[in-house]
T-cell receptor, first 115, second 114 residues
Framework: KAGVTQTPRYLIKTRGQQVTLSCSPI?????VSWYQQTPGQGLQFLFE???????NKGNFPGRFSGRQFSNSRSEMNVSTLELGDSALYLC??????????????FGPGTRLLVL | TQLLEQSPQFLSIQEGENLTVYCNSS?????LQWYRQEPGEGPVLLVT?????EVKKLKRLTFQFGDARKDSSLHITAAQPGDTGLYLC??????????????FGQGTILTVHP
């Protein structure tokens, strides 16, 4: 079974621009979570999508948004990029079965550099 | 707010030595996962522990979940250079508004010298 895939792997943008990152979960997985990883803050939760709806959100500004499609693929968007948005953006998928303590499987990440 | 304190932050040892990484919290977690991450790549799952007091072994790696499900440890026996990497613990709470969210420790950068 193929793992979580993320595209693109690398991106360079300038301040003020916007960016869209894509994530395809493991086949059959219905939940996609997004994380930001920086050297200073470590891995921080952005949001989770399940059944095309955002179910949980971390403490990030409204410039960070996302969506999920009917095939469970997800995108996240960052508008009006700031230098501090430079990070490795990771998505993770899980089955999302009710009452089950689930494991999240991560993709390779998208490295975003904002100049 | 759930927090996970992971220690030590850095570990530099010689091949063949043993080591332990700790993950502690004041919060109770439904499960705890350990990941290993290489530079520029995503975290790779090592193990998930779900029962208080649970011990799992993966070759030279031993994982333990505390009885109260607030802490966990990773012990590596006879470390090898191939064990070098960033080790992350992550706690999950099942249900409610916590679904889909992992709370991560700060990570332990392990370097094993030949």
């Amino acid at each position: 079974k193929a793992g979580v895939t993320q595209t693109p792997r690398y991106l360079i943008k300038t301040r003020g621009q916007q960016v869209t990152l894509s994530c395809s979960p493991i086949s059959g997985h219905r939940s996609v979570s997004w994380y930001q990883q920086t050297p200073g803050q470590g891995l921080q939760f952005l949001f989770e999508y399940f059944s095309e709806t955002q179910r949980n959100k971390g403490n990030f500004p409204g410039r960070f948004s996302g969506r999920q499609f009917s095939n469970s693929r997800s995108e996240m968007n960052v508008s009006t990029l700031e230098l501090g948005d430079s990070a490795l953006y990771l998505c993770a998928s899980s089955l999302r079965l009710a009452g089950v303590r689930e494991t999240q499987y991560f993709g390779p990440g998208t490295r975003l550099l904002v100049l | 707010t759930q927090l996970l304190e992971q220690s030590p932050q850095f570990l530099s040892i010689q091949e063949g030595e043993n080591l332990t990484v700790y993950c502690n919290s004041s919060s109770v977690f439904s499960s705890l996962q350990w990941y290993r991450q290489e530079p520029g790549e995503g975290p790779v799952l090592l193990v998930t522990v779900v029962t208080g007091g649970e011990v799992k072994k993966l070759k030279r790696l031993t994982f333990q979940f505390g009885d109260a499900r607030k802490d966990s440890s990773l012990h590596i026996t006879a470390a090898q250079p191939g064990d070098t990497g960033l080790y992350l613990c992550a706690g999950a709470i099942t249900g409610g508004t916590s679904y889909g969210k992992l709370t991560f420790g700060q990570g332990t950068i392990l370097t094993v010298h030949p």
